[in-house]
């Protein structure tokens, strides 16, 4: 069983357009986040969610939003794509609400031509 | 600002022992760890700090020194799957993780 799987793995797409990333957990924690890697490795936060108290890191763009319908889920929809989005986006989950260890999904590379 | 320091790559003989080191900045200290993420993967967790010292597990082992605001992972009989990417973070005063771009390993027959 995968512990937290995300959706798709790759995905291409062009300018402009909105697309959306899932993830979910079986491991019953508490906490999801959602990480975007870059070009030069360096894992940036994006937001992480708690029981409903969403916490943003305030450089990510607004284009960019989490949806949690419960739990065990944590999607990301990203409006009107730019080149620089691209990226590979992690989505992780941590048992408690403080820093924990983190179990991370397999990551969906996200190209926009 | 908050910064973590790693050598960018390193490489090393199968076989053989290699010390990645990983220097913080950061407001407040709650923990640091280290993560491996084999290339295309995601990171995988290898271990937490939080007081000064050794911790090992097995062939892997983590120092911290808070007074020095360092840390270093230790690799020993080294194989060919531990060629991989190493990450450092640290964990802040608001307990949010602050992450290293990571040490590429090389391991070389």
Known sequence: DTAVSQTPKYLVTQMGNDKSIKCEQNLGHDTMYWYKQDSKKFLKIMFSYNNKELIINETVPNRFSPKSPDKAHLNLHINSLELGDSAVYFCASSQGREIGELFFGEGSRLTVL | ?109
């Not at chain 2, 390193?10 to 990983?22: D, L, S």
């Not at chain 2, 913080?24 to 007081?51: D, M, R």
């Not at chain 2, 605001?69 to 602050?98: F, H, P, R, T, W």
Request: net charge negative.
């Open chain 2, 1 to 109: 600002g908050q910064n973590i320091d790693q050598p960018t790559e390193m490489t090393a003989t199968e076989g053989a022992i290699v010390q990645i080191n990983c220097t913080y900045q950061t407001s407040g200290f709650n923990g640091l760890f280290w993560y491996q993420q084999h290339a295309g993967e995601a990171p995988t967790f290898l271990s937490y700090n939080v007081l000064d010292g050794l911790e090992e597990k097995g062939r892997f082992s983590s120092f911290l020194s808070r007074s020095k605001g360092y840390s270093y992972l230790l690799l020993k009989e080294l194989q060919m799957k531990d060629s991989a990417s190493y990450l450092c973070a640290v964990v802040d005063s608001n307990y949010q993780l602050i992450w290293g771009a990571g040490t590429k390993l090389i391991i070389k027959p």
